[in-house]
């Protein structure tokens, strides 16, 4: 975050040098006010470039043993170009060299899956999931170990969890 924060001034601090330069050779005739235009026109460029590129940046730092399943795109109010163009917020992976079938039952498989969401800092959270690839039921495993029934949810055979675990 504090690198982003530098980056962002300088943005701001050259947009308004350009102002500057644009000033000088007009003569001073182009009015005071396209400098803090430009300054703040630079810096949220860039944080909106930051956005835009969160995503790809982040993936292209992952293990090639990390696969994405799913990604997630949100349309925020105050950012109304997301309406138009929204991007990725946050994104999961399955850890492929984590899949073990370890259970006494060979269609349930143990994975951990990752959680990747863009705040002002970025966030990362783990969970170790249980995965009937029979039921295609998904069950995620609490703190103590034990599978938390009430969060089950059931896959669709197309989900891109389900054929990355169960390799269908």
Same mark, same amino acid.
């Given at each position: &975050?504090?690198?982003?924060?530098?980056?962002?001034?300088?943005?701001?601090?050259?947009?308004?040098?350009?102002?500057?330069?644009?000033?000088?050779?007009?003569?001073?005739?182009?009015?005071?006010?396209?400098? =803090?235009?430009?300054?703040?026109?630079? &810096?949220?460029?860039?944080?909106?470039?930051?956005?835009?590129?969160?995503? @790809?940046?982040?993936?292209?730092?992952? =293990?090639?043993?990390?696969?994405?399943?799913?990604?997630? *795109?949100?349309?925020?109010?105050?950012?109304?170009?997301?309406?138009?163009?929204?991007?990725?917020?946050?994104? !999961?992976?399955? #850890?492929?060299? !984590?899949?073990?079938?370890?259970?006494? #039952?060979?269609?349930?498989?143990?994975?951990?899956?990752?959680?990747?969401?863009?705040?002002?800092? #970025?966030?990362?959270?783990?969970?170790?999931?249980?995965?009937?690839? *029979? !039921?295609?039921?998904?069950?995620?495993?609490?703190? @103590?170990?034990? $599978?938390?029934? @009430?969060? &089950?949810?059931?896959?669709?055979? *197309? #989900? $891109?969890?389900?054929?990355?675990?169960?390799?269908?």
């Amino acid at each position: &975050m504090f690198w982003t924060f530098v980056a962002t001034v300088f943005c701001g601090l050259g947009a308004a040098g350009i102002a500057l330069g644009i000033r000088a050779a007009t003569a001073k005739r182009a009015p005071k006010w396209i400098i =803090p235009v430009f300054a703040g026109a630079g &810096m949220l460029g860039y944080l909106i470039y930051g956005e835009y590129t969160w995503y @790809d940046h982040k993936r292209s730092l992952l =293990p090639e043993e990390a696969v994405v399943v799913n990604t997630e *795109q949100e349309k925020i109010f105050f950012r109304p170009w997301t309406f138009i163009f929204p991007y990725v917020t946050a994104f !999961s992976t399955v #850890d492929v060299a !984590s899949i073990s079938k370890d259970t006494p #039952d060979s269609n349930i498989v143990r994975f951990t899956l990752y959680r990747f969401s863009q705040t002002v800092t #970025d966030a990362v959270s783990h969970r170790v999931h249980l995965i009937n690839c *029979q !039921s295609r039921e998904l069950v995620p495993l609490g703190s @103590d170990g034990s $599978p938390r029934v @009430d969060n &089950m949810k059931l896959l669709n055979l *197309q #989900d $891109p969890l389900y054929t990355t675990v169960c390799g269908a």
